[in-house]
């Protein structure tokens, strides 16, 4: 019988669960049978489903005690050179990826599908979740600029501005004034993914969005341009190197 790894995901956002997701089919491939625990966080539970149930090597939710994850993997230490799904799965014993992206990127196994409306588009999804109420933020009014500095010069098919609604989190009440935008609701975490991979360019914050784009222009749409407002710069923090990370935008960011 196959070793068993529960891991546990104290944390519940999209980027939270996508740091791990390389870690099944890892695995999978030393002899182990991947195991999520109940116990673990979900802000949006969607989460569960493209994350996890869309993955082959996931064996399923169990209810036994956890034996990886956060509290139970150091993960103090890390080396800043790599990425932190990397630092992951060294902490937990495996010096190498074996995976086909050698776990530089987070893994979806979901394919994503095109979606016309959405082809050759500038998707704006400026949402999150994880600055709210720690002193953090953003310049938006100069991302505003920036942004419409881009439309100006270049002719964007359509251009979308995603509004927050109860499935993702705003961290502005600013009213983003960007020439010819449309605002949209997304709900659904599989629309979002087919949106982002219909797009020919997206603009995001630091957060999920970002994550999960990384991973569909690594495996799905290498064309993708993905511009990400973030003073990020250790690859050990949610960095990754298909992503385009613009600095400057953010407010009392010192700790990144």
Wanted: glycine fraction near 6%; charge should be negative.
């Amino acid at each position: 019988m196959r070793e068993k790894k529960i891991l546990y995901v104290a944390f519940g956002g999209l980027g939270d669960h996508l740091l791990f997701s390389t870690l099944p089919e890892l695995l999978d491939s030393h002899g182990y049978d991947f195991y999520l625990s109940h116990l673990s966080e979900f802000r949006n539970i969607q989460t569960l489903d493209l994350v996890w149930k869309s993955n082959p090597y996931f064996k399923g939710i169990s209810e036994e005690s956890p034996n990886c994850g956060h509290g139970y993997t150091n993960l103090e230490n890390q080396d800043t050179e790599i990425t932190l799904n990397r630092n992951i799965e060294i902490k937990m014993g495996f010096e190498e990826s074996n995976l086909p992206n050698k776990s530089n990127y987070p893994i979806i196994y979901y394919s994503p599908k095109k979606i016309d409306k959405f082809k050759d588009c500038l998707f704006i999804d400026l949402n999150g979740h994880s600055f709210k109420g720690n002193g953090y933020g953003y310049d938006w009014e100069k991302i505003n600029q920036y942004i419409s500095e881009d439309v100006r010069q270049n002719n964007y098919r359509r251009i979308f501005i995603v509004v927050p609604n109860q499935t993702n989190y705003s961290l502005t009440d600013f009213d983003f004034q960007i020439e010819g935008a449309e605002k949209i609701s997304v709900s659904d975490i599989f629309e979002y993914t087919d949106m982002l991979y219909s797009s020919k360019r997206i603009y995001t914050i630091w957060s999920g969005g970002s994550h999960l784009a990384s991973s569909i222009k690594w495996k799905y749409h290498q064309g993708l341009e993905i511009f990400t407002f973030s003073d990020n710069t250790k690859k050990n923090n949610f960095w990754y190197d298909n992503v385009n990370y613009i600095r400057g935008f953010m407010t009392n960011s010192n700790w990144i």
